[in-house]
């Protein structure tokens, strides 16, 4: 469901990263706040609310938005709720499966929502990825650590891989986060039907110290968590950065 504002809004909070880069890239200077996690672009100056899935709500009524944004993945229900009603209209994205829907429903945010044109890197991210490569390798794709999470069906961050010619291993799950034990994943390495195991920065902060040790003798790609997981300007520069990282 998505509820709009009367007129082009003035005044937005994000309570998304990816999509507080995608906005303010485009429209500088109408976010007035976001969460703690959006990080880009370095240098954002706005009003902090707090993390992603605990926003402090009266923090967003205090700077008196004429429109939230938020994603029905990232974003609880409860907090939407509250915040309509008080009034504010909140636009909720939907969780995209694939890159091409990531950015449709950007372009949908920043046109239909904002009133804003079609800015360039919208255009050259979508030019960026219209190619899906050959599979040449399989991978477990962790999210989280104790308990361990990991990619499962139709996934944004899959459909990258997917794109760069790497299946996920558990593309065929019934779940889009399955949480396997890690003995599942490790039998997986150890017969054949899984090559690597991409480890992002985020949300879980995977590094060389915590991550490829859970994996011995296996190959460990770490990657940007915000090049693998974000829709937004980042996709422009994305795909070059994630196929020299999983080709290395």
Same mark, same amino acid.
């Given at each position: 469901?998505?509820?709009?504002?009367?007129?082009?809004?003035?005044?937005?909070?994000?309570?998304?990263?990816? &999509?507080?880069?995608?906005?303010?890239?485009?429209?500088?200077?109408?976010?007035?706040?976001?969460?703690?996690? !959006?990080?880009?672009?370095?240098?954002?100056?706005?009003?902090?609310?707090?993390?992603?899935?605990?926003?402090?709500?009266?923090?967003?009524?205090?700077?008196?938005?004429?429109?939230?944004?938020?994603?029905?993945?990232?974003?609880?229900?409860?907090?939407?709720?509250?915040?309509?009603?008080?009034?504010?209209?909140?636009?909720?994205?939907?969780?995209?499966?694939?890159? &091409?829907?990531?950015?449709?429903?950007?372009? *949908?945010?920043?046109?239909?929502?904002?009133?804003?044109?079609? #800015?360039?890197?919208?255009?050259?991210?979508?030019?960026?990825? /219209?190619?899906?490569? #050959?599979?040449?390798?399989?991978?477990?794709?962790?999210?989280?650590?104790?308990?361990?999470?990991?990619?499962?069906?139709?996934?944004?961050?899959?459909?990258?891989?997917?794109? &760069?010619?790497?299946?996920?291993?558990?593309?065929?799950?019934?779940? *889009?986060?399955? *949480? #396997?034990?890690?003995?599942?994943?490790?039998?997986?390495?150890?017969?054949?039907?899984?090559?690597?195991?991409? &480890?992002?920065?985020?949300?879980?902060?995977?590094?060389?110290?915590?991550?490829?040790?859970?994996?011995?003798?296996?190959? !460990?790609?770490?990657?940007?968590?915000? /090049?693998?997981?974000?829709?937004?300007?980042?996709?422009?520069?994305?795909?070059?950065?994630?196929?020299?990282?999983? *080709?290395?």
């Amino acid at each position: 469901m998505v509820l709009r504002s009367a007129g082009t809004p003035s005044r937005v909070v994000s309570l998304v990263p990816s &999509l507080t880069e995608a906005i303010e890239a485009t429209v500088p200077g109408l976010l007035v706040g976001a969460t703690d996690y !959006c990080t880009h672009p370095a240098g954002l100056d706005v009003t902090r609310i707090g993390g992603s899935k605990f926003p402090r709500v009266a923090d967003v009524l205090a700077l008196a938005p004429d429109l939230v944004v938020a994603n029905v993945e990232e974003n609880r229900a409860e907090d939407v709720a509250s915040l309509r009603a008080n009034g504010i209209p909140v636009w909720v994205t939907a969780a995209p499966d694939s890159v &091409l829907a990531a950015l449709g429903s950007v372009r *949908r945010l920043l046109g239909t929502a904002l009133g804003a044109p079609e #800015p360039p890197w919208l255009f050259e991210a979508v030019g960026a990825w /219209l190619l899906t490569e #050959p599979v040449r390798a399989t991978a477990i794709v962790p999210v989280w650590r104790r308990p361990w999470v990991v990619l499962g069906r139709d996934t944004f961050a899959g459909d990258v891989l997917r794109r &760069l010619g790497v299946a996920n291993a558990f593309a065929g799950h019934p779940d *889009r986060y399955p *949480r #396997p034990p890690l003995a599942e994943l490790t039998a997986l390495l150890g017969n054949g039907k899984a090559d690597l195991v991409v &480890l992002p920065d985020e949300p879980y902060a995977f590094s060389a110290a915590d991550g490829p040790d859970a994996f011995p003798g296996a190959a !460990c790609v770490p990657v940007s968590g915000r /090049l693998l997981t974000w829709y937004g300007p980042s996709l422009v520069e994305a795909r070059d950065t994630l196929a020299a990282a999983l *080709r290395s």
